[in-house]
């Protein structure tokens, strides 16, 4: 099993930025990939952005793209979700994400672990 756990969120003005955190631990693999994926109320959760074991291939939802900026840490298990910019619509709950099959890094069905989430609020 792993253990998925996110951290960072909180309420931010318009403009302004946040770093979300995520840590993943338990049984290991040989590689995985991670991503952050986002719900609002009433909505489906959604893409956020991805990155792979390496580090070297990144994903982004283009409604973030340009704003937000995915990492891996220099602990493999470790991926963090900087966050410039932010609008009120960015509002939601952030979910991290570990993947172990290949592929799909958009889809929410592409991974298999996931974390409780953390709120990021941002007012107007």
């Known amino acids: 099993q792993v253990q998925v756990v996110e951290s960072g969120g909180g309420l931010v003005q318009a403009g302004g930025s946040l770093r979300l955190s995520c840590a993943a631990s338990?049984?290991?693999?040989?590689?995985?990939?991670m991503g952050w994926f986002r719900q609002a109320p009433g909505k489906e959760r959604e893409f956020v952005a991805a990155?792979?074991?390496?580090?070297?291939?990144?994903y982004y939802a283009d409604s973030v793209k340009g704003r937000f900026t995915i990492s891996r840490g220099n602990a493999k298990n470790t991926v963090y979700l900087q966050m410039n910019s932010l609008k009120p619509e960015d509002t939601a709950v952030y979910y991290c994400?570990?993947?172990?099959?290949?592929?799909?890094?958009?889809?929410?069905?592409?991974?298999?672990?996931w974390g409780q989430g953390t709120q990021v609020t941002v007012s107007s």
């Open positions: 994400a570990v993947k172990i099959r290949v592929g799909a890094y958009r889809l929410v069905e592409g991974y298999d672990y």
């Open positions: 338990g049984r290991t693999f040989s590689s995985y990939g």
């Open positions: 990155v792979s074991w390496s580090g070297g291939s990144t």
